[in-house]
């Protein structure tokens, strides 16, 4: 079984969609770290921290030997502009040998320069629905919508491939 380590960015656009429960039907063992949990406790995510809780979600919780691994690698992302919830995600992918899910651009770009599997919040879609968990047409309106959100509701995702996504759903359903 393949393992997914996942980012509150993730978290927060699939939970904002109102799919995050369909993640848990695709055949991965799901961890996040306990500086994730807080940053969702933090912003009010209730529907992430009860997949936690439930125990759909893995917390992993870095202490004790790992500490030293850890503060090295924190050290070493220190001039990417990483947060520690950033780099413990990293960690236990690297950790792990686990794909890492995060929208987060300087997180990629650093766990790339590591070799670690990253994908985003569409890449995730993009297995829904080609899995038929997530109807093309609701992916395209969940997408859509999530968008179309402003203020501190908004979120970040990457336009063209967004428009690309959305065009080829409503083609293909």
């Known amino acids: 079984m393949k393992i997914a380590v996942k980012d509150a960015n993730v978290f927060i656009d699939l ?10 039907q695709l055949s991965y063992v799901t961890i996040t770290s306990s500086y994730v949990v807080v940053e969702l406790e933090a912003g009010g995510h209730a529907n992430s921290l009860a997949s936690i809780r439930a125990g759909q ?12 691994a850890f503060d090295k690698l924190l050290q070493e992302s220190e001039s990417a502009g990483l947060s520690v919830a950033d780099v413990s995600v990293m960690y236990l992918a690297m950790r792990e040998d686990a794909m890492l899910l995060s929208g987060d651009k300087p997180l990629r770009n ?15 879609m993009d297995q829904l629905v080609s899995a038929n968990i997530l109807d093309g047409q609701v992916a395209a309106q969940r997408l859509e919508a999530l968008l179309a959100r402003v203020g501190r509701e908004r979120r970040y995702l990457p336009k063209a491939d967004c428009a690309t ?3 080829r759903w409503r083609t293909e359903s």
């Open 110 to 124: 650093q766990a790339k320069l590591r070799a670690i599997e990253v994908h985003g919040t569409l890449w995730i």
């Open 165 to 167: 996504r959305i065009r």
């Open 15 to 24: 939970e904002s969609m109102g799919i995050l429960d369909l993640w848990f």
């Open 57 to 68: 979600v893995v917390e992993s919780v870095i202490e004790g030997a790992e500490m030293e």
